[in-house]
């Protein structure tokens, strides 16, 4: 008895500690030492920057390239002529330009744009020629950075704050004065694949990982927030040295405030005279919400600070660890935007509060280059936030629970529309070539929600979630891509995936399925299934019989190699594979067919379905 239990126990040890090689995928590392300061009458804002960088590429590299996003916000940009060329377009008879920038930056004052002016950027000491493209800053070297070696770039930047028009800028529509995204030249990152220096057209984000020490000098008046945590928490006061405490008082005309944020890839502040500042702390992270105060949404923003509290554990539960000290929720910006550490929002609204902050998961620690893949950023984040404001209802008592799928039906739904319209593009396409917005905002947002709520249905719910905390483990701070993904989701289910890739991301292929006839021969009951769908599935069919009892049948595809285990308690028949080239597939039974009184593909419609009319038989005997 004794020794079969230890073999018990030690097979068990070996099947739950086995685990996957770690990536060894290098990475560039950065460390930025910034000083600036805001003249908040001229909305001028002038900085240094010494940015210690290492190449840990196994190349020479001869140039490098620097973002200067702010340049985006001028007559005659990149961003300013693809938003009034979108605005052509009709989309369900709207123009399908962004409303929040439409033509506005075209009708920019000189005083009102932005800009980020290079005065001086040295390598090692040594000033270099600087070529300007837009929104990228080329910097052809006078000598490369060998691999595996530190160089320092000082940079002298000036920078104007746009009037704002998409996620920085000066006096949003709320009243913030400073919401200071994008704002210092940042240099872009280099990795497996080479340089990604993208245009800043709408949205892309990809950069390094390191350490940014940041001391923002700002009229006395303005209250700040931001990446990172605060170094002079006691001169400030504020609530960062004890929650309730008063702004102290100086006599200086200007204040510093000194951030520092440590493995994060970018850097965000706003300021504001106006600001408030609540404090909480959960899980040993302390959680600021800091907002203007309006007497009407006082209730709301602290109820922001209590529902971050309560979902806190289960994000890490269900995701993985936060890895860092804080988190700031910040009122400010056009919307809701994701930054390290801190999210900039307009309002109290806690889908977009679960939504950014879940970024700080898929775009911050394992942060893929959004440009490439906006689905694994956009689409994975709007699944977690399904996933964690289903919690948040359900533990509020603010409704039911209910089946899983209709935590993302507003995914499945947005699908079947871009479908309907013609509007899908591949998943491969980068996020700001998409032909429309729309396109890019139902593609990346809802079918990347859709890949992971239908990879549940394909290799088990339970499976999916050891694969999200597989992959969080493995690839956290090592920009993994697609196929990075799909090796963990293989590896973990013990299922070929690889097709499911190929159809759901690089093509748009689309899904249906039919009950095409059932009948009774030789006392056998048999069901024909048929694609009509180009993507193929393995099926889930549900039988309801006149007594009310159900079954439900599995027929797993070929693609597989294997089956998915069975989701819940109950019975469930695993039928033999179904061959892909296969148009059609008959399925057999054991109940007299007479008894059957619906039969109905995928009950739990995670299958993304485009049309759902064939996949219910009613019968009536
Ligand atoms: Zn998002």
Redesign the pocket.
Known sequence: MKKKLSLFFVLTILLFTYSYAQPGRWQQHVNYNMNVDVDVNANLINGIQKLEYTNNSPDKLNKVYFHLYWNAFQPGSEMDVRSRELGKILVNGRPDWDSRVTDRISKLAPNEIGYQKIKSLKLNGVEQPLKYHGTILEVNLTKPILPKSKVIFDLVFEAQVPVQIRRSGRDNEEGIRYSMSQWYPKICEYDYEGWHPAQYVAREFYGVWGDYDVTIKIDKSYKLGGTGVLLNANEIGWGYDKPGTPLKNITSEKRSWHFVGKNVHDFVWAADPGYEHIVRKQNGVVLNVIYKKVDSLQKSWERVADAAVTVLPYMEKRFGKYAYPQYSFIQGGDG?M?YPMATLIKGPSLGTVF??WM?SWYQMMLATNENQYPWMD?GF??WAEGEVSAFYDEKMGLKSSEKLPLNHAGAYNGYYYLVKQNLDEPLTTFSDHYNTNFGYSINSYSKGEIFLEQLGYIVGTDVRDKIMLEYYKLWRFKHPNASDFMKVAQDVSGVQLDWYKEYWVNTTKTIDYGIDSLWEENGVSKVRLKRIGQMPMPVDLELTFKDGTKELHYVPTDLMLGDKPAENKEKRFVHEEWNWTNPTYVLEFKHPLNEVVEVEIDPTKRMADVDQKNNLLKLNW
Request: proline share 0%; glycine share 12%; aromatic share 0%.
């Open positions: 809701g994701e939504h950014e970024h956009e984040t709007s």
